[in-house]
């Protein structure tokens, strides 16, 4: 028998199952804030995305251990944050993808009612929360240490971020997505290490020898760190070779990334 008076507070249908997915901006939502969690609690991720470059920031700026313009922290402040997207959209990235890949995770993602697009965006969006978090803890540090950025270029300057986190993410998920997770483990690894010294990220290209400096300035690494000495250091906007070099790199990498990645 049906209680009348729960009749009529609750109305035929109120507790009749509705199957079926969420809307796509919950899923989005849902997804972008675990992938986030999930970084910041990585130990291992916070060495790489925060640690470090905080520990480059402060010890480039105080101690002569590479030849700079002075004032050092307005060379030494562009390079590390170009080295925080490096780390966040690349590094990171890759490894974390990569060890999904083996755990079977993004097998059972895929198998659930979020689609594959959804997956990558709320990864994404995971990605320029983090970078975020570093621009704003590496700006602090750096404004202790003396560093005064053009205000003018400050535009600018957000959006090579966005290109170099483009240029990065695509590269992350390229290698994550094909390769093995140890395999991925240590070419991420070395790859960080090769662009923090030759890729422009330390030693601005003007600094490098004539070939190395070409090189470097054809990477992402090169054209994000210059770029944002340009216009955080003169007010200037970037050139369109840093633009283009980033978006150069964005969609060979996606497209490949399209055509190669694997979920297992």
Do not use: H
């Not at 600094?207 to 400096?213: M, N």
């Amino acid at each position: 028998m049906t209680d009348p008076a729960t009749a009529d507070r609750f109305p035929a249908g109120t507790f009749t199952p509705r199957p079926g997915a969420g809307s796509a901006l919950t899923m989005f939502t849902a997804q972008a804030g675990t992938e986030m969690r999930l970084a910041l609690r990585n130990g291992e991720q916070v060495l790489l995305t925060l640690l470090i470059p905080i520990v480059l920031l402060v010890g480039l700026t105080t101690l002569d251990i590479v030849a700079l313009p002075e004032p050092r922290i307005a060379a030494v402040a562009p390079g590390v944050l170009a080295l925080a997207v490096m780390s966040t959209a690349f590094t990171g990235q890759a490894i974390a993808l990569g060890f999904d890949r083996r755990y079977g995770v993004i097998r059972r993602l895929a198998a659930t009612a979020l689609p594959r697009w959804l997956l990558v965006a709320g990864r994404l969006a995971a990605v320029l929360g983090v970078v975020a978090v570093q621009m704003a803890v590496l700006g602090v540090i750096a404004a202790v240490l003396g560093w005064r950025p053009e205000p003018a270029g400050v535009g600018w300057a957000l959006l090579l971020v966005l290109l170099g986190c483009a240029a990065f993410g695509s590269l992350g998920i390229l290698l994550g997505g094909t390769l093995r997770a140890e395999i991925t483990l240590a070419v991420a690894n070395v790859v960080w290490f090769l662009l923090l010294l030759a890729g422009g990220i330390v030693v601005p290209l003007a600094q490098l020898p004539g070939p190395l400096a070409q090189v470097a300035g054809a990477l992402p690494s090169g054209a994000l760190a210059e770029g944002l000495r340009d216009t955080l250091g003169d007010g200037r906007p970037p050139t369109a070779a840093a633009i283009l070099v980033l978006l150069a790199w964005t969609a060979a990498a996606s497209a490949l990334a399209i055509r190669t990645v694997k979920l297992r």
